[in-house]
């Protein structure tokens, strides 16, 4: 079975890299052009990289087993060897992974089919199936065995899953973009985290919390508030319970971006919690000079001494020494100076920056605590850490491509910061795996609080251009180059052929799938209705309306967008203009809040709060089911 | 075919027979010791819409705040903290997540564990921010607004709204909502009593025989009264409140309650809440009253002299006086909650915890003299036949 595995996996590798490697060069005649390469055909070479994102070591440490996010594959590595025995297909974009307290089962959430891969670890074959929310991330195995909780990211709760009758038992609401899931070692409390900030008021510092499960109860028993948190990432216990750490982003967003080197754009941390800590404390693990982007994976070593955080913009493994930390935070405690925004206090519990592979992501210790797993998504390894020396012993190769093609190497240029000024932040800070951040920056140095502007989704670009909330860049070289370059990063600039790449990337981002429609494309009786208002030419009076005022005119073509800018009313005193970028409306449900500066929190409050005159559509002459209604139409969108 | 009408007496003779020890048993009635909260102790105001009891946990809605009671100590969540509005109106458990909704006159709230989000008219698919009665059912949240009802399915975010364009709900201000796994009842007022088939997914109406008249020509031939205040659909068998007296409906035959014929202290009803399928309690403006099938006790400062009172009427319509040291807040009752034997009321003048004297035993008795006394009733009517 796994020889078949393997040779299968050979075939797939010999079809994935000819190919790639032709168009690889096919791209870089092209590249001085600095056109993106076409979506399609590059989608389907990315699809053959692996993208290792996530691990879970079998109960006897033997078997490593990997969750490969590209390649719909979980990969199975027998760590005596470090060579890869089995490949097991999953879902489509697989992103998370739990074992059964027997070791005998393995679970596999799958993104993109929203649903989990119930593995058998003795055959390696997937054995059932299981339905759950939105996005499903990460997922844990209670202590009992019988429970399933998994963080569904789109729909922004946790499924509480019977593992007998594979029945979803009920939802619990969690943080906005749920994602991340931790048991405690005693089995009572399972934290998650989640990755956009919840709803807030406009302008306003952003909020995060911390989710705290009940296993008995099986319910939501306290949120812990992260204030101006936004992204937050892993979430990991010590082994004695009393300390809790959590990876996010600090972002500065309520003040011009253009002050990047006067300070920072986010603040790489920590958030503490737990006996040891008597609340929460976040903590900074960037440097006065040096900032280490995008917190990830964390695990904290049985021995409570060491914690390791993977850095994904940073290619780097950072290593605190847990008394320093703990020592420090009483302190800070003590004394109630807030170290969150302190970039010298890193040097108080910062012992090894651990240089790893490109976008680091899922951090996994051996049962004894001495080695620790590190996935290199966009190098297709593992790393392997000696935790006494904070050296690397080995580097795991999980058999994907051995050539990067243009579309891997503008994918590893979006997930990096190294090209921001001191490494303060990448693309996909902002563009949290590629989506949004929920956030609305202020962007242009024009002044404090003027032309805000919310964060556009990525998905299916081509054929949206211009780009900015004003139309002012025409494509997307402009969009990512110049602009990127000198406006945001403040660094460096970008050669043509990396330019070409990451266009290319940026590009090929897919369109995810719209979960409002049903499984055979038809629409429901309320969103057919609301397709009818959304085409409508006609107010209810039967008099015209004007062909700029109705929603198809602008929201026209595949990406319900006619390209053009205009003012519909939505301006503000202190935008530098009214006109306004026809957005796309692809997935629209999923990109809250809405309107160029985010000021609608919802889609309801487009038309109930910022369409007074009609300039935005024709609105004011429905009657409230029929708002519901044409909202039900564009998610389906 | 008609039972003759000599073996229809020796029936009901024999079935009176076996049923008459329960049927005397009107000194059974639970008895409380009344501890009253007001603002002097913490309650946010002294103006409670509505209580919900969540184990140890007692919510107050009240006009200024929605009130927590948790280890004996007070604590209030106002717009200031979140919600949507400082009038609380009505309020649901999920009993499942543990969640709370909380209809106000500002939008809905959900508290989840601290955690407040709030469902306007202008950020939601809600109908109407005067939200007057909430309930869960499942993954779907039930409200009945001042423009009709509103379903929240919590799983995909959709919102679906009924009013007079899609059900036979002819007036749109709905007060209270009743959702179980296989019915949804609504009281409108001034619109009867809506149905909703969860299988099915139809809605049916039940209206006054009489019409709007406030006269009662036909007493059990139909709901009360077209303006109706609340509703408790209890083991498949629906109770509701009016401003004209209380109805029984259980799927096939109707029984209205009045205080002339009953042992309702008023036909003016704030609240019902039934325990099972015979008993129930009536929030009325002259007292808490419960009735156990059988015999019905009333709970109050006495109307003239404001002293505690408890009033028992039996079987035979006797009233007698049990002497009490303690008494709920107000006669204005809005609602009830249960916590075991004990009970919380809401008032209009405080909050009122209703502490249950004397053994189980008693209750035990209780329950099992109003079975009887349904079955009773069942037995009259197919001898009617």
Redesign the interface.
């Known amino acids: 079975m796994r020889l078949e595995n393997q040779l299968h996996g050979r075939a797939k590798w010999i079809a994935t890299v000819i190919p790639a490697v032709a168009l690889t060069f096919v791209l870089m005649l092209l590249a001085p052009a600095a056109k993106p390469a076409s979506p399609q055909s590059e989608e389907a070479v990315n699809q053959h990289y692996l993208s290792p994102i996530e691990m879970a070591l079998s109960p006897d440490g033997r078997f490593l087993y990997v969750v490969c996010q590209a390649s719909d594959e979980m990969r199975v590595v027998d760590l005596a060897s470090g060579t890869v025995v089995s490949n097991v297909p999953v879902g489509h974009v697989p992103r998370g992974i739990a074992l059964s307290r027997d070791g005998r089962q393995i679970y596999v959430t799958n993104a993109w089919s929203d649903t989990v891969s119930v593995i058998d670890a003795a055959t390696l074959t997937v054995v059932r199936t299981l339905p759950t929310?939105f996005e499903p991330t990460g997922i844990v195995c209670d202590k009992s065995g019988k429970t399933l909780y998994v963080a569904n990211r789109l729909?922004s709760?946790i499924s509480v899953i019977d593992v007998n009758t594979g029945q979803e038992?009920?939802?619990?609401?969690a943080g906005r973009g749920a994602s991340y899931l931790a048991l405690s070692a005693d089995g009572k409390w399972i934290y998650a985290t989640h990755i956009y900030p919840?709803?807030g008021a406009f302008r306003t510092q952003p909020n995060s919390?911390i989710?705290?499960i009940d296993t008995v109860?099986q319910?939501?028993?306290?949120?812990k508030r992260l204030h101006n948190a936004a992204g937050v990432f892993h979430v990991a216990l010590s082994s004695d319970g009393k300390l809790g750490v959590a990876a996010q982003l600090r972002p500065k967003n309520l003040i011009p971006l253009a002050h990047v080197e006067h300070g920072w754009a986010f603040g790489d941390s920590l958030t503490l919690f737990g006996d040891d800590i008597g609340g929460t404390l976040q903590v900074p693990i960037d440097e006065l000079d040096r900032y280490y982007a995008l917190p990830w994976g964390v695990a904290i070593t049985p021995d409570k001494l060491k914690l390791f955080v993977t850095t994904a913009g940073s290619q780097s493994v950072t290593v605190i020494d847990v008394q320093k930390l703990l020592t420090f935070a009483r302190t800070r405690r003590e004394s109630s100076r807030n170290p969150a925004n302190d970039l010298s206090a890193s040097a108080n519990y910062v012992t090894a920056r651990i240089p790893v592979g490109r976008n680091p992501r899922g951090a996994l210790l051996s049962q004894d605590g001495k080695r620790l797993y590190v996935a290199n998504r966009l190098d297709d390894n593992i790393s392997v850490i000696d935790t006494s020396t904070d050296k690397i012993t080995s580097t795991i190769d999980l058999g994907g491509p051995k050539t990067i093609n243009a579309l891997r190497r503008g994918e590893q240029l979006f997930f990096t910061a190294d090209y921001a000024f001191q490494g303060q932040f990448g693309c996909a800070n902002c563009h949290l795996d590629a989506t949004i951040d929920g956030l609305q920056w202020d962007l242009e140095p024009d002044g404090f609080g003027r032309d805000i502007v919310d964060n556009r989704s990525l998905e299916s670009l081509a054929g949206t251009e211009p780009f900015k909330w004003n139309g002012g860049n025409p494509d997307m070289p402009t969009e990512c180059g110049p602009r990127t370059e000198k406006f945001f990063y403040r660094s460096q600039s970008y050669t043509p052929q990396q330019l070409t790449d990451l266009v290319s990337f940026v590009y090929s981002l897919p369109y995810r799938p719209n979960?409002?429609r049903l499984p055979n494309g038809d629409l429901t009786p309320?969103q057919e209705r609301g397709k009818a208002i959304f085409e409508r030419t006609k107010y209810k009076s039967g008099k015209p309306i004007p062909e700029k005022n109705q929603c198809a005119y602008c929201h026209s073509g595949p990406k319900y967008t006619n390209q053009q800018q205009v003012d519909v009313g939505t301006g503000k005193s202190t935008d530098r203009s009214p006109v306004i970028d026809v957005p796309q409306l692809s997935n629209v449900a999923y990109s809250a809040p809405y309107l160029h500066d985010g000021s609608a929190?919802?889609l309801?409050?487009i038309w109930?709060?910022f369409n007074p005159k009609d300039t935005h559509g024709v609105s004011n002459d429905l009657r409230?089911?029929e708002?519901?209604d044409l909202?039900?139409y564009l998610k389906t969108l | 075919m008609k039972m003759p009408s000599k073996i229809r007496f020796a029936a009901l003779i024999a079935i009176i027979a076996f049923f008459a020890p329960g049927l005397l048993s009107g000194q059974d009635m639970p008895r409380f010791r009344w501890e009253n909260f007001t603002t002097a102790n913490g309650l946010p105001d002294n103006h409670v819409f509505c209580v919900l009891v969540d184990g140890d946990r007692i919510w107050a809605g009240t006009e200024n705040g929605l009130g927590l009671y948790e280890n004996g100590v007070w604590k209030t969540f106002r717009p200031s903290d979140g919600l949507a509005h400082q009038a609380v109106l009505s309020l649901a458990l999920d009993k499942?997540?543990?969640?709370l909704w909380v209809g106000t006159m500002g939008g809905l709230s959900?508290i989840?564990?601290?955690?407040i989000?709030n469902f306007t008219?202008?950020?939601?698919?809600l109908?109407n921010d005067i939200v007057y009665g909430v309930g869960v059912q499942g993954?779907f949240v039930w409200t009945a607004t001042a423009?009709g009802a509103s379903r929240l399915n919590?799983?995909?975010g959709?919102?679906?709204?009924f009013?007079e364009?899609?059900t036979p709900m002819y007036e749109i201000w709905t007060y209270a909502v009743s959702p179980a796994e296989d019915k949804v009842y609504y009281a409108v007022w001034g619109g009867g009593v809506l149905e909703y088939d969860v299988k099915t997914e139809r809605w049916k109406d039940y209206n006054d025989p009489d019409g709007e008249n406030e006269i009662v020509l036909m007493k059990d031939q139909g709901l009360i009264h077209e303006i109706t205040t609340s509703v408790s659909y209890v083991d498949k068998i629906l109770w509701v409140a009016t401003y004209f007296g209380a109805s029984r409906y259980d799927g096939r035959y109707w029984h209205n309650f009045l205080q002339k014929d009953s042992g309702l202290p008023s036909n003016f009803l704030n609240q019902i809440k039934a325990v099972d399928a015979n008993r129930a309690w009536f929030s009325t403006d002259k007292g808490l009253a419960y009735y156990d099938g059988t015999n019905w006790s009333v709970y109050r400062p006495a109307l003239d002299t404001h002293k505690p009172e408890m009033l028992v009427r039996d079987a035979a319509g006797v009233v007698r006086k049990i002497a009490v040291q303690s008494a709920p807040a107000h006669n204005y009752i809005l609602g009830v909650d249960f916590q075991g034997d004990n009970l919380w009321v809401a008032t209009a003048k405080g909050l009122s915890h209703g502490i249950r004297q004397g053994g189980s035993s008693k209750v035990a008795q209780t329950r099992t003299d109003s079975a009887r006394a349904v079955q009773l009733v069942q037995a009259r009517k197919l001898i009617q036949k």
Do not use: H, M, P
């Not at chain 2, 959709?158 to 709204?161: D, E």
């Open positions: 929310g729909s709760d038992i009920k939802r619990l609401l919840n709803a919390e989710t705290v109860r319910a939501v028993v306290e949120r979960r409002y309320a929190r919802s309801e409050e109930t709060v409230k089911e708002l519901n909202i039900e | 499942r997540t543990g969640d959900r989840s564990a601290g955690r989000d008219q202008l950020n939601s698919g109908s993954d423009a919590t799983r995909t959709q919102w679906s709204l009013n364009r899609n």
